[in-house]
């Protein structure tokens, strides 16, 4: 029975490792700026821990099969070592681990988080919602009209709440049910939910950030490949959950001008 | 006027409902909560069934369903709000009435005063409470399947607002999710007077000669268990107290101004939803050791007696999961890492997250390096205990990648994490659950389980486990989203094959634990009468008859003279030195 | 460790044979019960410390709090509730000073318990009639986070201080039986926890008048 166990460890070993070793599932390409340390930081740590799991394995599966079921009599032995050995082998393997890891995923966290935005930045507003987003691009004038939570009427459209009729501000903003973004500007995202937890996840950004009801978060990041990408909502948001996406449509410069003009004649 | 202490021993029950029901001994106490958390465990994983069966074939009928919930399953097919109501209740049921149940409360009753030499626990009546307020909570939990609004849709972190709001923000949300917090909030103060009283047993009831460090791994284990199950319920239990009063006395703990639910403007302001998260993952993360040191402990006491040798250190061990214990109050914010907490507390809380990794890898070379020189005796516990560390180290390099705040932007919310948790608390720490039955039921119930029965259940778990989780990292590798009751996404199309095969895996596997349950149930009747020692174990719980006599000891108060670590050495009996056993130890 | 270091423990012959059960295990479970106080002790504060840092993240983030002034009557109940600590100190006295307690020992005990519970229940009053106060100002649970809290707070500490006034009846009713016993662990453990009550709510008030 241990042979056996030892055969059967190995096998699965081998067969949860080939997938990730022959690159069978992998994460998109990546088409932001700040994406390729998180993709540097996630290979690494799948070196390591790819190491650490097939080690950890095969000794397992080796000493099951040397040491089962030995002739009754067979004295046994210990570990030349002990504990101490054990003890100060994890220290160093994954202390050091540890600290590597630790270290340099700051950078990569650092990179999406501690960076100011640009001063001249495109800022768009998303409103995630039971289950849509929408954004708003604050016109011609630069400046966003307030929100008033009651005058929400998604009969007609009116998904932010905006008084066009009082505030001056709000009349010339665009409210579009997609991201466009110019390619390699960079995109300040102000983040607000109307009703409960949403999030923003977009994989091709390496970017997930939560909307919490009540604080406005803000994002950024420039994108540098046009394309249509899934924005997908990440937080548990009620039975349309798994319905709520939109796209963001990464374009260039001069189409993205084009897009605007036909959106604010549109209003 | 007499003076007396209190009469902590119990005269032996006379009337059925007391010896069987209502019962203050531990042992019946130990097996009432090993049978809710097999009631909860068998409910939980007909629920995983019907979302994986959703997931691939989500225009094929459940036959049967729609007689449960008409609403939710019209025809038998499963509308993406009772996906959520499942996906909600399946969560809750595992992590508190089975993870939390099964091997801390059910084993910890039945074995931790045997072990330390006491005849029963220091509060039977608490003792016995504690078991009736979780049975409570599992019954009003199970009663939100049955109302018209179906049981909740918020997850089983019940993330506020959502869950703060009421019936405005989706089905289930109004009396379903309140059904849900009075469940926790009962079964809070349940796992209070369980960890009261497997405190004060340990440090007080301890036979003569027990000194702490002369104690079981598995005793240590119950014991840190119980000190961190004190303080995180100590903080679940007023969190659960402020959701209800949001969600029926019109509070605002959790709910902000302005928001717009179902058109309606709500009539709360201020409140915090991230306080919600903080409240709930400073229990949440303790949580998970909950259910794991347990495990950990009974894996390294079953295989002491399996190798026939002590652990290169068992001290080492204990301080390890004290290690963890301690640290395990300062990582909850890595659940929060996109949550839109301070950026910075990220780094901070990434550290202590990353460093708990150096005490579960201690544990871990020390499982591994203690079978160098072994004579493994191959039983169906030693296979589910050799399980749990293959297990263990699978789920737990996945960590690795979720301690980074970096990566954790790009896995958060995937099935990567799915994979991870399930893998490192849920199934390993079944599988020290598992080990544990294989091991103790013949103590238990006086019968010996049938270990062929036992293998073939192994081989099937170990097996499909792997086939079901694994798969899970690649498809958080690829971004695949969890908690989507169907995927609707461009990408997601590609991954239906690898979908398609853990749910295959997952019926396959799930059927293989019937073969468990007929183990159980024929053997409890038809089992082979179980020997006083069949493992040639050291600690006391070898020391008594199976089924152990209603007071344990009989009239005698054992006497300990050795840790329960005296394998390979030279005994009267054979290659162990029982720990009540005045042998003096010879060398080995 | 390995199995060669076993030192050999010497064993007197007359231990060897396991030893018939005695008194000793009376003396473990008064220990018992005065752990299961203190560690119940713990998880109280645990909780409690919860709500108080519930209280603070709430303040933070949010621009409806205000301020509560708190009913007067409030620092009334507190000499009352800490009065109630000083009788039951009385009575722990002449607990202490009788090894055995006759008659007379029995009655001094009984009224120190009488008053401290008549305190404790003066002080549960009390804190209705604060509620009343308040209540009559239109503040009530859900008015502002500062009634709510206020009303959280004392509430969940008069459910804990219920516990205490079990315990007091229990030992209460244990002295006017006369064929009962009287346990002094159970006497020593109740004291505990009640000062323990009486320390929790100077603790909650500090809160309450700093922070509301």
């Known amino acids: 029975m241990g042979k056996f166990f030892a055969i059967i460890v190995v096998i699965i070993a081998i067969a949860s490792a080939y997938p990730i070793i022959a690159h069978k599932y992998v994460q998109p390409e990546d088409i932001s700026t700040h994406g390729h340390a998180i993709d540097e930081q996630l290979s690494d740590t799948m070196a390591e821990s790819g190491f650490a799991f097939l080690g950890a394995q095969f000794v397992l599966a080796f000493f099951v099969w040397r040491f089962t079921a030995r002739k009754d009599g067979t004295k046994v032995s210990h570990l030349p070592g002990g504990a101490k050995l054990m003890v100060v082998a994890a220290f160093i393997l994954v202390g050091t681990e540890v600290l590597a890891l630790g270290v340099f995923g700051q950078k990569a966290w650092a990179s999406v988080y501690f960076t100011a935005p640009k001063p001249d930045d495109l800022q768009v507003q998303v409103q995630a919602g039971q289950f849509a987003f929408y954004f708003r691009y604050p016109g011609p004038d630069g400046k966003f009209g307030p929100l008033h939570p009651d005058k929400i009427d998604e009969g007609n459209a009116n998904f932010f709440g905006l008084d066009p009729a009082n505030d001056v501000e709000a009349r010339d903003d665009v409210v579009a049910a997609e991201l466009a973004v110019p390619v390699n500007k960079e995109v300040h995202l102000l983040m607000h939910a109307k009703d409960v937890g949403h999030s923003f996840y977009v994989r091709e950004l390496r970017l997930q950030q939560d909307f919490v009801p009540g604080l406005d978060l803000s994002l950024h990041f420039t994108a540098t490949k046009p394309g249509k990408y899934e924005i997908l909502c990440t937080q548990l948001c009620g039975l349309g959950h798994y319905n709520m996406k939109a796209y963001l449509d990464v374009m260039t410069q001069e189409d993205f001008e084009k897009w605007m003009k036909e959106k604010i004649s549109e209003q | ?588 | 460790m390995s199995s060669t270091t076993y030192t050999p423990v010497a064993i007197p012959v007359a231990q060897q044979a396991r030893t018939r059960v005695n008194v000793v295990a009376r003396s473990a479970a008064d220990g018992a019960s005065r752990s299961g106080v203190w560690v119940a002790i713990f998880a109280i504060t645990m909780s409690f410390a919860a709500f108080t840092s519930a209280l603070f993240v709430r303040e933070g983030g949010s621009v409806d709090w205000t301020h509560l002034v708190l009913p007067p009557i409030l620092y009334a109940n507190t000499l009352v509730l800490l009065l109630g600590s000083v009788t039951l100190w009385m009575a722990s006295r002449a607990v202490n000073a009788h090894a055995l307690l006759d008659s007379h020992a029995v009655k001094t005990v009984m009224g120190w318990l009488i008053a401290t519970l008549a305190l404790g229940l003066l002080f549960i009053a009390g804190q209705y009639e604060a509620w009343s106060q308040l209540a009559a100002q239109g503040l009530f649970l859900s008015t502002n986070p500062n009634s709510s809290f206020f009303y959280v707070f004392t509430g969940m500490h008069i459910l804990h201080l219920l516990g205490g006034i079990a315990a007091l009846v229990y030992l209460v009713g244990q002295l006017v039986g006369s064929h009962t016993t009287f346990r002094r662990a159970a006497f020593h453990n109740t004291a505990i926890y009640w000062h323990f009550m009486g320390v929790l709510w100077l603790y909650l008030l500090f809160v309450l008048r700093t922070k509301l």
């Open chain 2, 1 to 588: 006027m007499q003076e007396a202490s209190p009469a902590q021993v119990h005269a032996p029950p006379t009337s059925f409902l007391r010896k069987h029901v209502f019962s203050l001994d531990h042992k019946v106490i130990g097996l009432q909560y090993y049978g809710l958390a097999l009631a909860a465990v068998t409910l939980g994983m007909v629920l995983s069934w019907l979302m994986r069966f959703h997931l691939v074939w989500p225009t094929v009928a459940v036959p049967g369903l729609s007689l449960i919930s008409k609403v939710g399953a019209p025809g038998g097919i499963i509308t993406p709000e009772y996906y959520l109501s499942l996906l909600t209740m399946h969560g809750t049921l595992m992590v508190f009435f089975v993870l939390t149940n099964a091997p801390f409360a059910a084993f910890g009753n039945f074995f931790l005063p045997i072990q330390i030499g006491a005849e029963d626990m220091a509060f039977p009546r608490f003792n016995m409470m504690s078991f009736w307020t979780t049975l409570a909570a599992f019954l009003v939990l199970i009663t939100a399947f049955f109302i018209p609004d179906g049981p909740p849709i918020s997850g089983w972190t019940a993330y506020a607002p959502l869950s703060a709001i009421g019936s405005d923000a989706g089905p289930g949300l109004g009396w379903g999710q309140t059904l849900w917090a009075i469940s926790i909030a009962l079964f809070c103060a349940g796992s209070l007077l369980g960890a009261l009283n497997f405190i004060s047993t340990t440090l007080d009831l301890r036979a003569k000669g027990m000194t702490l460090m002369r104690m079981p791994i598995c005793t240590w284990a119950w014991f840190i268990t119980s000190c961190i199950a004190l303080l995180a319920f100590a903080v679940l239990l007023p969190a659960c107290l402020l959701l209800i009063l949001d969600r029926t006395a019109g509070t605002s703990f959790f709910i902000p101004s302005g928001l717009v639910v179902s058109d309606r403007l709500q009539p709360h302001a201020g409140g915090s939803p991230l306080l919600w998260q903080h409240l709930f993952w400073f229990f949440g993360h303790p949580e998970v050791y909950i259910a794991i040191l347990p495990s950990m402990g009974i894996v390294s006491h079953v295989l002491m007696a399996s190798m026939r040798k002590p652990l290169l250190s068992a001290k080492v061990i204990i301080y390890s999961m004290l290690s963890i214990g301690f640290l395990s109050w300062m990582v909850w914010g890595h659940h929060m890492f996109v949550s839109g907490m301070n950026p910075f507390s990220s780094l901070v809380f990434s550290f202590p997250t990353l460093t708990i990794t150096i005490p579960a890898t201690i544990m871990t070379l020390i499982w591994l390096g203690s079978l160098y020189g072994a004579n493994i005796r191959m039983t169906s516990a030693s296979l589910f205990s050799l399980g749990f560390i293959s297990m263990f180290v699978s789920g737990g390099v996945s960590g690795f990648f979720l301690a980074q705040p970096s990566i954790d932007i790009y896995l958060h919310a995937t099935y990567f994490v799915v994979g991870h948790f399930h893998m490192v608390m849920g199934v390993a720490s079944i599988f020290g659950v598992f080990a544990g039955t294989y091991f103790w039921f013949g103590k238990m119930t006086g019968r010996m389980l049938n270990e062929t029965l036992g293998k073939v259940h192994f081989w099937i778990t170990f097996i499909g486990t792997y086939c079901i989780f694994m798969p899970f990292h690649y498809l958080g590798l690829v971004g695949n989203i969890r908690r989507y009751s169907t995927f609707v996404d461009d990408f997601m199309g590609p991954l239906m094959p690898l979908h398609k095969f853990i749910t295959i895996a997952a019926l396959i596997t799930g059927a293989g634990q019937l073969i468990f349950l007929f183990n159980l149930f024929h053997s409890r009747f038809w089992g082979k009468p179980a020997p006083q020692n069949p493992w040639d174990g050291t600690s006391l719980e070898w020391s008594i008859p199976s089924p152990p006599p209603w007071n344990n000891f009989g009239d005698v108060h054992p006497v300990v003279y050795h840790d329960s670590y005296q394998y390979g050495v030279k005994g009267s009996k054979g290659d162990y030195v029982m720990q009540d056993s005045p042998e003096q130890v010879v060398g080995g």
